[in-house]
């Protein structure tokens, strides 16, 4: 397994401000992940962090609006760029190690709330 | 895309009871995960299943991969109040390039009711 910490744990912000949300991992991982949870719903990716180069968005997700960066093999930041209250979200991190079936794990994700 | 149908959406039941939860797929998967997740907290893996047939045990919890590799279930015998949560299927692609996607279902809210 791994244990992962995120930080902040919550947070309230101002519309158009922008927040970033680290993600920390207790041991040396293959693939990261930003995922995003609004209210009352299930999990959709975001990007999977790449390390040395440019994340790999989704659909419907834009770097500009959530820039990634994973200088190494535990790190990785998520910003949410120019936020507004439609951002209010769980931002969540998550990793697996390596091989082709793998288990993937969460951190306790952070809670972010955009007035 | 890919979807996973969760069902079902929310059970209530009494404690002691068991519990029984699925999911569907409109293609193949090479890989079922199941999570729980508790209010405030991100969802922690419970069972991992990676070969149809497969049958896992983790506790009270048993979880199967299904033969045609497009769904899976999740049982809990005999349960108790800190059961209680959101418990979401995840399955992984055997499609090209998307191979490190997890598609999550729905969730299922469990409420046990002492």
């Known amino acids: 397994s791994a244990v992962i910490s995120q930080k902040p744990s919550r947070d309230i912000c101002q519309r158009g401000t922008s927040l970033t949300i680290q993600c920390q991992v207790d041991s040396q991982v293959t693939m990261m992940f930003w995922y995003r949870q609004q209210p009352g719903q299930s999990l959709t990716l975001i990007a999977t962090?790449?390390?040395?180069?440019?994340?790999?968005?989704e659909s419907g997700f834009v770097i500009d609006k959530f820039p990634i960066s994973r200088p190494n093999l535990t790190f990785s930041t998520l910003t949410v760029s120019n936020m507004s209250p439609e951002d209010s979200s769980i931002y969540l991190c998550?990793?697996?190690?390596?091989?082709?079936?793998?288990?993937?794990?969460f951190g306790p994700g952070t809670r972010l709330t955009v007035t | 895309g890919q979807q996973l149908n969760q069902s079902p959406q929310s059970m209530f039941i009494q404690e002691g009871e068991d519990v029984s939860m699925n999911c569907t797929s409109s293609s193949i998967f090479n890989t079922w995960l199941w999570y729980k997740q508790d209010p405030g907290e991100g969802p922690v893996l419970l069972i991992a299943l990676y070969k149809a047939g497969e049958l896992t045990s983790n506790g009270r919890l048993t979880a199967q991969f299904g033969i045609t590799r497009k769904d899976s279930f999740l049982n809990i015998s005999a349960s108790i109040p800190s059961d209680v949560g959101i418990y979401f299927c995840?399955?992984?692609?055997?499609?090209?390039?998307?191979?490190?996607?997890?598609?999550f279902g729905s969730g299922t809210q469990l409420t046990v009711l002492p």
């Open positions: 998550s990793v697996a190690k390596t091989g082709f079936a793998y288990e993937q794990y």
């Open positions: 962090a790449n390390q040395g180069s440019e994340a790999t968005y």
């Open positions: 995840a399955g992984r692609s055997s499609l090209a390039g998307s191979a490190r996607q997890l598609t």
